[in-house]
């Protein structure tokens, strides 16, 4: 495992996502929270869509084709974009300020395009190592898919996403890394411990529907050699939680809401869980969807290879 905190990570910021809404305020906070405890710098950036790239050859004001060699002048769509970038990190820069303060000197990027290209190219230009990102609801069961959008699209960016909750009360001290034995959601434990509180707890939970004895003694055996080889790498508590049921999200949330979780870690969507014991276990895409749309707390989504 290469550490969050380790030497070579200096120079790999942790990035903000926001459009300026209140939001994403919990999104800043727990940047400090976790720049404070892995160091390293933080970047803000924000990403105005829809409108469209550079000017074309076709002045659309004068309505003529310029020449190749004759100077082009700003299309109304550019100046607009122009003036939408402006404005917007007027506003985000206010937002920081207002929300770490200012001895933060947080630098401040707005950019134009598709959400997920956008995204994607700042991440590999700035090999960012960790993306945090605000939650824009309450908890809700029925939510549409669409409002979810921003975060799916992120979430693709390859570096594990932190998806701050309006309950932030500061660094994470309890802490449920949801477990399925794949390798993104052992990714995910190995991440969380490295970003929440040095003499945080935290439960690896696993969800196994109704099964024989020798089944649960052999999954059992599988979660303690999970939670063996964190140990050798973490400081924090850990515990073994098994659960028996057949909705994996709907037991993990119950757990972390019986303990006042602060966080809970899973695999990203985009990996199955494939156990070598139950070949049938649920999708890790479905069950992290119901995480993002149903949790009350904060979420850390890692993918299975991501060189933190």
């Given at each position: 495992?290469?550490?969050?905190?380790?030497?070579?990570?200096?120079?790999?910021?942790?990035?903000?996502?926001?459009d300026g809404n209140a939001h994403a305020?919990?999104?800043?906070?727990?940047?400090?929270?976790?720049?404070?405890?892995?160091?390293?710098?933080?970047?803000?950036?924000?990403?105005?869509?829809?409108?469209?790239?550079?000017?074309?050859?076709?002045?659309?004001?004068?309505?003529?084709?310029?020449?190749?060699?004759?100077?082009?002048?700003?299309?109304?769509?550019?100046?607009?974009?122009?003036?939408?970038?402006?404005?917007?990190?007027?506003?985000?820069?206010?937002?920081?300020?207002?929300?770490?303060?200012?001895?933060?000197?947080?630098?401040?990027?707005?950019?134009?395009?598709?959400?997920?290209?956008?995204?994607?190219?700042?991440?590999?230009?700035?090999?960012?190592?960790?993306?945090?990102?605000?939650?824009?609801?309450?908890?809700?069961?029925?939510?549409?898919?669409?409002?979810?959008?921003?975060?799916?699209?992120?979430m693709q960016c390859g570096v594990p996403?932190?998806?701050?909750?309006?309950?932030?009360?500061?660094?994470?001290?309890?802490?449920?890394?949801?477990?399925?034995?794949?390798?993104?959601?052992?990714?995910?434990?190995?991440?969380?411990?490295?970003?929440?509180?040095?003499?945080?707890?935290?439960?690896?939970?696993?969800?196994?529907?109704?099964?024989?004895?020798?089944?649960?003694?052999?999954?059992?055996?599988?979660?303690?050699?999970?939670?063996?080889?964190?140990?050798?790498?973490?400081?924090?508590?850990?515990?073994?939680?098994?659960?028996?049921?057949?909705?994996?999200?709907?037991?993990?949330?119950?757990?972390?809401?019986?303990?006042?979780?602060?966080?809970?870690?899973?695999?990203?969507?985009?990996?199955?869980?494939?156990?070598?014991?139950?070949?049938?276990?649920?999708?890790?895409?479905?069950?992290?969807?119901?995480?993002?749309?149903?949790?009350?707390?904060?979420?850390?989504?890692?993918?299975?290879?991501?060189?933190?």
């Open positions: 495992l290469s550490r969050l905190d380790s030497p070579d990570m200096e120079d790999r910021p942790i990035l903000v996502a926001t305020d919990t999104a800043l906070i727990a940047a400090a929270f976790i720049a404070g405890r892995v160091g390293g710098n933080v970047r803000v950036f924000s990403i105005v869509e829809g409108a469209s790239p550079a000017c074309r050859e076709w002045d659309n004001t004068s309505g003529r084709l310029h020449g190749p060699h004759e100077p082009r002048p700003r299309c109304r769509t550019q100046e607009r974009i122009s003036g939408e970038r402006e404005a917007r990190c007027a506003m985000i820069k206010g937002q920081v300020a207002l929300t770490v303060g200012d001895a933060a000197n947080w630098p401040v990027t707005v950019h134009d395009g598709p959400l997920g290209e956008t995204s994607r190219d700042l991440v590999t230009r700035t090999h960012a190592r960790l993306m945090v990102v605000g939650q824009c609801r309450q908890r809700t069961v029925d939510v549409h898919a669409d409002s979810d959008r921003a975060t799916d699209v992120l996403v932190y998806i701050a909750a309006p309950t932030l009360r500061g660094i994470a001290r309890r802490v449920v890394a949801a477990i399925d034995f794949s390798e993104a959601s052992i990714r995910a434990a190995q991440v969380v411990s490295r970003i929440c509180a040095a003499d945080a707890r935290m439960y690896l939970v696993h969800v196994i529907p109704y099964a024989s004895t020798r089944e649960m003694e052999a999954r059992r055996r599988e979660l303690l050699s999970v939670e063996r080889m964190l140990n050798e790498r973490s400081g924090v508590r850990l515990e073994s939680i098994m659960l028996v049921g057949d909705n994996a999200a709907g037991e993990t949330l119950n757990f972390a809401d019986g303990i006042q979780a602060d966080v809970i870690a899973c695999g990203s969507p985009d990996s199955r869980a494939i156990s070598s014991q139950d070949p049938s276990s649920p999708a890790a895409d479905h069950v992290t969807q119901d995480l993002i749309r149903q949790a009350s707390c904060s979420l850390l989504i890692a993918p299975a290879l991501t060189d933190l």
